[in-house]
């Protein structure tokens, strides 16, 4: 019976990252004709929230009415997409292991990824539309776009952990076990935006590795709360686990 479950969990898994790796080729060559479905609803987005109306441009992306900002391929979020699909998918396994997950679960958390991914992108591009000016001592508009781009996607992410925990468990865990469960979507983050690039070549250019430190360390900052939280919630000795 293990083994039959082990090998079902094996699939599973395989499966997720087929999907994942076969977003990412999709990704790799396609034009902002191919993203227009999760461009389009971006851009709406944007014009509701920032009445700046975007017209599509073929194979350009969406420009805004002044001419001075583009919703290009690169703001898609299509790699942000598939790091949320593959943590939902994958905190879900860790938490039925090692029974097996429904397999419906799997068109529910692209649904829910992509939701996810409109959110942060709208919020991305909004946020730069306000910036898109702005310098601050040392920091250039390239690095204040870096960090803007890093604190949304991972808060994000992270948020989409937290919710998908706190609606699927049963249990009340204690801090420690939160803390330790918070390591997916932090590891899965750094292995997509660090580990890939790295398997990639990505070490012989010098600019990699400052790029790389910021990635690194902002996701550590925007933790920090919640480590905070879970160190003292472990240090209640009413905390426990409740059923």
Known sequence: MNARLNLKNLLQLSTIFAIAFALKSFYSTASVNDLRWILAPTASL?????STHFEFESHAGYMSSDHTFLIAASCSGVNFLII????????????SWPRNIEWRFFPIAMLVAYLTTLLANTTRIVAALSLQKLEIGWLGREEIHRLEGIFVYFGFLFLLFV???????RKRYPGSVLARRSLLPIAIYYAATLGIPLIGGAYRDPA??????????TPLILMLPWVIFCTARSSDPSEGELT
Do not use: D
């Open 46 to 50: 944007v014009e509701l929230i920032t």
């Open 208 to 217: 990699f590795w400052r790029h790389s430190l910021v990635v690194f360390l």
């Open 163 to 169: 919710a998908s925990e706190r609606l699927s468990l």
């Open 84 to 95: 949320s699909f593959v943590m939902l998918t994958l905190a879900k396994i860790s938490r």
